[in-house]
């Protein structure tokens, strides 16, 4: 009772709401995956993990116009955002157009290419391509205005959409078929959207913005795109890979195997979409921001013990709990996944920081050493446990590099102060 007052009394800051909105859509998000991976079996559930892993590859392409919508919503004002905020919503939509009509297009590749049973649900994913897209400009302005109460909802929506709708189907009216977790998906986009400003999207030709403006924006735009590129294939090319290169079996094991370590990503993610507005607008302020990138990077390594700790002492527990008994063969693998998964949240906090302050050097890196672990399962796919091997090795190698040009840029900022 004394806490629950105390918690009345203490009045949450729009930050810690955000965080602990990002907290339950997370949980939902996991929830959905975990009631997937039991009802469908490692099989079925293989299946679901491709159309997961495109959403997620959907995120990071999103991403892009999400992270740039947010910088300038910081540095841009009045008719100038305006202006900004008509331009990247065009941009976004025909984006997102082109690549639906892709997917869509090429679906029967698609399928042959990830052994799935079906090309319907990649036709059905394609269409909802575009609405993403917007969704994800318009979550951009809010993370950028730091509007959070906003940006919680569109995130909620999309998350409590897709359970329930998704879950509905297959519990209610016992159809499972992957169609089933595209229809899902496709309709989350829709409830994703809202509160959307209708007044900033519109079709008609806005002002153009000034060289040097949009010189700025399409450098950081390229900058960020290159970035999310390397984040897709980092966090995504392994569940594809093995889905290529094993049984759908294995592939359906190896899908619980990486949900459940990437829970260090997910949560990361968080402290990521705070880090950039604060970081742009303390650079703005001309004031230091290195105490930022250490707050969150404590949080995430602190974090990451817990649960590589959590995953050493009791994979069996944790695997039996989440997913049940058939998938328990990827008990002895749970750690060390978690430690590969670690390593890259850390990892991110650093590029995302320096990416906010316009430095390129650590997004090249990322980009470098993305296409390594990519390359090394791609030589390297024995079993499953070498496939976790390589991904700790490319990753430990990012991690060291990331901190070592941290110190070197910390050295050259000091001798630049002292002249």
């Known amino acids: 009772m004394q806490l629950l007052a105390s918690l009345k009394t203490r009045k949450l800051t729009p930050e810690q709401l955000f965080m602990i909105s990002v907290l339950a859509v997370n949980g939902g998000n996991y929830l959905y995956n975990l009631i997937l991976g039991r009802v469908l079996g490692p099989t079925q559930f293989a299946d679901a993990a491709v159309l997961i892993t495109f959403l997620l590859v959907l995120s990071f392409i999103a991403m892009t116009f999400q992270l740039v919508t947010a910088k300038f919503s910081v540095l841009f004002e009045n008719e100038l955002f305006k202006n900004f905020i008509a331009k990247v919503y065009k941009q976004a939509f025909w984006v997102g157009l082109f690549l639906g009509i892709l997917i869509v297009v090429f679906a029967s590749n698609l399928q042959a290419v990830f052994n799935t049973t079906s090309s319907t649900m990649f036709v059905i994913f394609g269409c909802g391509v575009p609405l993403y897209f917007l969704m994800s400009v318009n979550r951009g302005t809010f993370q950028g205005k730091k509007a959070y109460k906003s940006l919680s909802i569109t995130y909620q929506g999309e998350m409590l959409s897709r359970l329930l709708v998704t879950l509905g189907i297959i519990l209610v009216l016992n159809i499972k078929t992957s169609a089933v977790i595209a229809i899902g998906i496709l309709i989350s986009f829709v409830f994703g959207l809202f509160p959307f400003k209708a007044k900033q999207f519109s079709f008609k030709k806005s002002e153009p913005l000034e060289a040097t403006y949009s010189?700025?924006?399409?450098?950081?735009?390229?900058?960020?795109?290159?970035?999310?590129?390397?984040?897709?294939?980092?966090?995504?090319?392994d569940i594809l890979l093995v889905k290529h290169y094993f049984e759908s079996y294995e592939a359906g094991l190896y899908a619980s195997l990486a949900l459940i370590g990437r829970i260090v990503y997910f949560i990361a993610w968080m402290f990521v979409m705070l880090l950039l507005p604060a970081v742009v607008e303390l650079k703005k302020e001309g004031k230091e921001t290195a105490s930022i990138l250490f707050k969150y990077v404590g949080y995430i390594a602190g974090i990451s013990f817990i649960i590589v700790l959590g995953c050493l002492l009791l994979p069996e527990l944790i695997i039996n709990i989440l997913f049940g008994e058939q998938y328990l063969a990827m008990a002895p693998l749970l750690w060390k996944y978690a430690i590969a998964t670690s390593m890259f949240a850390i990892s991110n906090i650093f590029a995302y920081y320096y990416l906010s302050l316009d430095k390129y050097i650590p997004v090249i890196i990322s980009g470098v050493f993305g296409m390594l672990q990519m390359l090394l399962v791609v030589f390297y796919h024995d079993n499953l446990e070498q496939v976790v091997l390589m991904q700790i090795i490319a990753m430990a190698l990012l991690l060291v590099i990331q901190i070592g040009f941290f110190k070197l840029e910390t050295r050259k900022q000091k001798r630049l102060n002292l002249k």
């Open 215 to 237: 010189r700025q924006i399409k450098n950081f735009f390229l900058l960020t795109a290159f970035y999310e590129l390397t984040q897709i294939i980092i966090n995504n090319s």
